[in-house]
C-alpha cells in the first residue's frame, strides 16, 4: 500500500514538473532569444568600434567610441515580444557635407518595434485573406499579449506604402529588360465599392537566364483591343523590345494589339482555354472522346504527326459537330507554335496557367473580403500577391536554351536545327 502511494506522488510530482517546463518553454525561447539578440548587438558594436580605431582627434582620443546603453525598448519577434537595451555608440566624426556620422544597427535598425519577419507576416496574412480586426487575436497568442503596432492602421499605412510601389512599378524603364516568352491573360474579380467587375490585363515574361518576372499589370476594360493595345505601347514607350512568342488565349483584343505593336512576335493559343471552348460545342457524352483526342494532338511529338491527329479529330466530328471542328482548326496554326521552339520549354509554353494559378489567391482575397474596395486596391493587391508568390517561382526548363531562342536560332520539332545537321552529316 505504501509503495502504491508512494509511487502515485512521483507521478503527480513528475506531471507537475512536466506542465512548469511546458509552460516555461515560451519563456526560455525568449529569455534565449533575447541574450543571443544582445550578444549580437554588442559584437556588432565592438567591430564598428575596432573598424574605426585608428581615427583620432588632433589630441590622440579616439573619435568612435561606447557610449552604455538605450533605454530598453520591447521588439516584437517570432518567439514574441522581447526587451533590447541596445548599446550606444559616441560617433564624433563627420562626413563630407559637414554631418555628424551616426551609427546604425543593422540588427536592430533605429526605432524599430519588429523584427522584419514579423513586418513581412502582416502584408501576407492580409492579402491572404485575413481581415485587419483580426489581426491582434490572430498573433497575440504568438506574440504575447503585448503584441503593439499589429492594428488596421498598420496595415492602412502598409497600403499607402504598395500603392507607391506599385506606381513606380508602371514607371520603370525596360530598356535594359530582355523577354523571350510572354503569357498574357486578363483576370477578372469583383471591386467592392463599385458595380463592374476589375479586368486585370497582365503580363509575365522569361528572361535569357531563364527567370519569370512580372512584367506589367493594368486596369482594362473587358480585355478590348483598345486596353491591350494601350498596354503594350507604354510597354514599347518605357523600352520594351518585341518577345520572341507569346502565350494567350484566345481573346482577340490582346491578338490584334500586339500584332500592331509587336508584329514579329510568334502566337502561341493557350491549349486549356482552346480545349474549353471547343468541349463546350460538343454534347456532354462526347466530351471525354474529344479530350482524349485533343491531348493526342498537344502530345505528338513532331508537328506531323499533331497534325494526322488534327486531321483523326476532323474526321471524327467534323459531319455531326463542325463547330467544335472549326473552332480547333481555325487556330491549327497558333496552337501549334510551339513545335518551333526548344522540346524542353513546352509544357510551359502550351498554356497560360501560370497567370490562372497566380490569382487563385487573389480571388481567395476578394472572397474574404467580398472584393477590394476600389479598382486601385485591386490592382495593388494583385500586384503584392504576384510580387510574393514570385520569390518561389521555378526558372524555366533547359534554362541554357533560351539565350539561343532569344539569338534567333531555328528549331525544327522542338530539336535545334545545326544538331539536326550535325547528326545527318
Given at each position: ?17 512536466d506542465e512548469e517546463v511546458a509552460l516555461t518553454l515560451d519563456d526560455l525561447a525568449r529569455a534565449g532569444a533575447q541574450e543571443m539578440i544582445k550578444t549580437a548587438l554588442l559584437a556588432e558594436v565592438e567591430e564598428y568600434i575596432q573598424q574605426h580605431s585608428q581615427e583620432r582627434d588632433p589630441q590622440g582620443h579616439r573619435l568612435v567610441v561606447r557610449n552604455g546603453y538605450h533605454n530598453p525598448r520591447q521588439v516584437i519577434t517570432g518567439a514574441g515580444p522581447i526587451e533590447v537595451k541596445a548599446p550606444r555608440v559616441d560617433d564624433k566624426r563627420v562626413d563630407e557635407h559637414g554631418e ?326
Open positions: 500500500m505504501l509503495k502504491i502511494v508512494v509511487d502515485n506522488e512521483r507521478k503527480q510530482a513528475g506531471s507537475a514538473c555628424k556620422v551616426q551609427f546604425a544597427s543593422n540588427i536592430l535598425p533605429r526605432y524599430s518595434r519588429r523584427s522584419p519577419k514579423v513586418d513581412e507576416v502582416l502584408p501576407v496574412l492580409y492579402l491572404r485573406g485575413l481581415s485587419t480586426g483580426d489581426f491582434r487575436p490572430a498573433l497575440e497568442s504568438f506574440l504575447g499579449e503585448d503584441a503593439s503596432g499589429l492594428s488596421s492602421t498598420t496595415i492602412t499605412r502598409l497600403t499607402k506604402k504598395w500603392e507607391e510601389e506599385y506606381r513606380s512599378f508602371q514607371q520603370q524603364d525596360l530598356r535594359q529588360k530582355r523577354y523571350i516568352y510572354i503569357w498574357a491573360d486578363g483576370i477578372h474579380f469583383n471591386i467592392r465599392l463599385e458595380e463592374d467587375r476589375l479586368c486585370a490585363l497582365v503580363l509575365i515574361g522569361v528572361l535569357p537566364d531563364g527567370r519569370k518576372e512580372l512584367i506589367a499589370i493594368e486596369d482594362g476594360y473587358r480585355e478590348s483591343s483598345e486596353s491591350w493595345l494601350s498596354l503594350l505601347r507604354g510597354l514599347r514607350n518605357r523600352g520594351l523590345s518585341a518577345p520572341a512568342l507569346a502565350i494567350g488565349d484566345g481573346t482577340l483584343g490582346f491578338w490584334k494589339a500586339i500584332e500592331e505593336t509587336y508584329p514579329e512576335t510568334r502566337e502561341q493559343r493557350c491549349s486549356v482555354h482552346k480545349l474549353v471552348n471547343i468541349l463546350d460545342k460538343l454534347p456532354r457524352r462526347l466530351q471525354p472522346k474529344a479530350k482524349r483526342m485533343y491531348h493526342e494532338i498537344l502530345n505528338s511529338s513532331t508537328r506531323k504527326e499533331a497534325e494526322k491527329q488534327v486531321e483523326a479529330f476532323t474526321e471524327e466530328f467534323g459531319a455531326k459537330y463542325p463547330k467544335a471542328v472549326e473552332c480547333l482548326v481555325k487556330d491549327q496554326e497558333s496552337l501549334l507554335a510551339f513545335y518551333d521552339f526548344p522540346a524542353e520549354h513546352w509544357m510551359h509554353l502550351r498554356s497560360t496557367n501560370i497567370i490562372e494559378s497566380i490569382f487563385s489567391t487573389v480571388r481567395l482575397r476578394t472572397r474574404k473580403t467580398k472584393g477590394a474596395g476600389s479598382r486601385t486596391a485591386g490592382l495593388v493587391m494583385a500586384f503584392k500577391l504576384i510580387e510574393a508568390s514570385s520569390r518561389r517561382w521555378k526558372v524555366i526548363r533547359s534554362k541554357e536554351l533560351v539565350k539561343l531562342v532569344d539569338e534567333g536560332h531555328s528549331f525544327i520539332d522542338g530539336i535545334l536545327v545545326k544538331n539536326m545537321e550535325s547528326d545527318a552529316a
